[in-house]
């Protein structure tokens, strides 16, 4: 399949002030007594991608729909692309929802000349999108006929829609197929390349872990950690993996060091003494990170 | 308007791919064909033609039938959306709430409209085929379609205020029937119920145009009668017929449409998804 590949066909804005394209301060959202969002503050930067990670309702799609102005803050300030969220702000933006459905009955093409004309876009642009995720061959058939992953590559399709200068996407590669899911990657470097900021969750780490620039983990509605990578390895300590092989000599023996990571160099020093035959060192995940940083698991709340 | 014409077109376009709009049609066409050719043998001192006895009739049926394809046409138009999913998606463009209601509310009533029209207008083209109607029997027709029209356009401003009151579309189907069964039935039988109490005696039967405009079915059938002198004194309102002018029922009838489009709307502005 060659979904998602090919040139983008668009040529996109880039927020050449500097500000920031999202900016929320003391952002709070409260459902009754629940607090979906607690004292939220959070920037990103013009062509920054930023991952939001957090378990099932930490508050990821509220900060989406507070960012969209679907719905109002119960306190705090939200600056998007320069200004508070408004419908005419939605022009520069593009969302794809979580779990995002279609009017069963319209065709791809239909549904996508549809939001195009809502957005004021040029119909022209509507093919080559459609092209670009790899559904023009099904253009033609109703939604209601699509897998999961044509409808998640047709919400994609949606929100490239337009030039937005930010993407919020939300769960974006569920259904994708492994090929799908690297295309579309390669499509949001793509995009940040040319300063598109991209807002985007997701449950699958590893698929964030080398390409977003930040990592913002919620909990509860609070941001435990929002940081680069390595300033999250570095917040929270967890030892390096090392594996050596051949430390009994002649390609023999595997010995395994879970070590801090200021021990890191002084232990590969000392491993580089004896006989070896190979070293590998695994740094701690996103995932592992993750889990350390402690977001609380199993709680279905609102989101 | 671009957008809020885009919404009226998928609208439409889905209620035709839906058989929305064929299935109104032909129900419409039957029901008028039915009265045409049922009420075609006009007898006593009332002396009426064809025509117009068909639009005394569908007046009358129609009150029933009009309200009910309306209420079913848009009763879940945001709670369904919302239900399917695909209203976070469209508010999420760029456009205004209020443009999504007025889109959504524009597309419906074109629907039917057109079913309206198209379905009264065959049993009227088919009578005139028949024996060709006097012009004022044609103006009354014409009337009848313009006030049937209003008259689905008040109940589907009312679908849409249901649709965006009421988080669930079961309840929005449940509270759909009952306003049907209220606004349609239940109130004339309170009325009448009252009238014969009173022996129309009392601020009852003087209130009794301001209390039938407080009901859209009653005001359409208050249009109907101010408009056709014929069709009064064959219904036997002529009373209550010459007391309101035409003009004030049809803007009952208009407030109808604009009061519970407004209210939605303002409703669906403030929602929190």
């Not at chain 1, 030892?239 to 002084?266: N, Q, T």
């Not at chain 2, 028949?130 to 029997?137: D, L, M, W």
Request: aromatic residues 4%.
């Amino acid at each position: 399949m060659n979904a998602l590949r090919g040139e983008c066909p668009m040529a996109l804005q880039t927020n050449e002030s500097g500000d920031p394209a999202i900016a929320v301060d003391g952002l709070t959202k409260a459902y009754g007594l629940q607090l979906a969002l607690d004292t939220l503050t959070l920037s990103v930067r013009p062509g920054e991608m930023l991952a939001l990670l957090g378990h099932n309702g930490a508050g990821k799609s509220t900060l989406m729909k507070l960012l969209l102005g679907l719905t109002r803050p119960t306190e705090g300030r939200i600056s998007v692309l320069g200004a508070p969220p408004s419908p005419a702000g939605r022009t520069a933006v593009g969302f794809l929802p979580e779990n995002v459905v279609f009017s069963g009955g319209m065709t791809g093409k239909e549904v996508l000349t549809y939001l195009a004309r809502l957005k004021k876009v040029d119909i022209g642009t509507t093919l080559p999108l459609l092209e670009r995720v790899g559904l023009a061959d099904a253009a033609g058939r109703p939604v209601r006929t699509y897998s999961k992953g044509m409808r998640q590559r047709l919400g994609l399709a949606q929100a490239l829609l337009g030039h937005p200068r930010l993407l919020m996407l939300d769960e974006p590669t569920t259904g994708l197929d492994p090929i799908s899911r690297k295309t579309f990657y390669e499509l949001l470097g793509e995009l940040t390349g040319r300063g598109v900021t991209v807002l985007i969750s997701s449950h699958v780490l590893t698929e964030l872990e080398a390409r977003a620039d930040r990592i913002a983990i919620l909990a509860q509605g609070r941001l435990l950690a929002h940081d680069t990578m390595d300033g999250l390895r570095r917040t929270a300590g967890l030892p390096v993996r090392i594996i050596a092989h051949g430390v009994e000599g002649a390609g023999r023996g595997r010995r395994v060091l879970d070590v801090a990571p200021e021990a890191k160099m002084e232990t590969l020093r000392a491993l580089m003494d004896g006989p070896l035959t190979d070293i590998e060192i695994q740094p701690p995940t996103l995932e592992t990170i993750y889990a350390h940083l402690g977001a609380p698991t199993g709680q279905e709340d609102r989101s | 308007m671009t957008a809020i014409l885009a919404i009226a077109g998928k609208e439409i376009r889905e209620a035709t791919r839906n058989r929305w709009v064929l299935s109104a049609t032909l129900l419409l066409a039957l029901l008028a064909l039915a009265l045409a050719f049922l009420g075609s043998a006009p007898t006593g001192d009332v002396a009426a033609g064809r025509l117009t006895v068909t639009v005394v009739s569908l007046a009358s049926l129609g009150i029933y039938l009009l309200p009910l394809i309306a209420l079913l046409l848009s009763f879940d138009t945001v709670v369904g959306e919302a239900e399917q999913g695909t209203l976070l998606l469209l508010l999420a463009y760029p456009v205004g709430r209020s443009a999504v209601m007025a889109g959504k509310f524009l597309g419906h009533a074109s629907v039917l409209a057109f079913a309206t029209v198209v379905g009264f207008g065959l049993a009227a083209a088919v009578l005139a085929a028949i024996s060709p109607p006097a012009p004022e029997e044609w103006l009354a027709f014409a009337l009848l379609v313009a006030a049937s029209v209003g008259l689905g356009w008040a109940f589907i401003a009312i679908g849409h205020l249901i649709s965006v009151l009421v988080p669930e579309r079961a309840s929005a189907a449940g509270l759909a029937g009952g306003v049907w069964l209220v606004l349609v039935v239940l109130y004339d039988m309170g009325l009448m119920g009252a009238l014969v109490a009173t022996g129309g005696q009392g601020w009852i039967g003087d209130a009794l145009p301001a209390l039938l405009m407080l009901n859209p079915a009653d005001a359409y059938r208050l249009l109907n009668l101010t408009v056709m002198d014929q069709a009064a004194r064959m219904a036997g309102l002529q009373d209550v017929a010459a007391s309101v002018p035409p003009a004030m029922a049809a803007a009952a009838l208009a407030l109808w449409v604009a009061v519970p489009l407004a209210l939605a709307s303002v409703i669906f502005s403030r929602r929190e998804l």
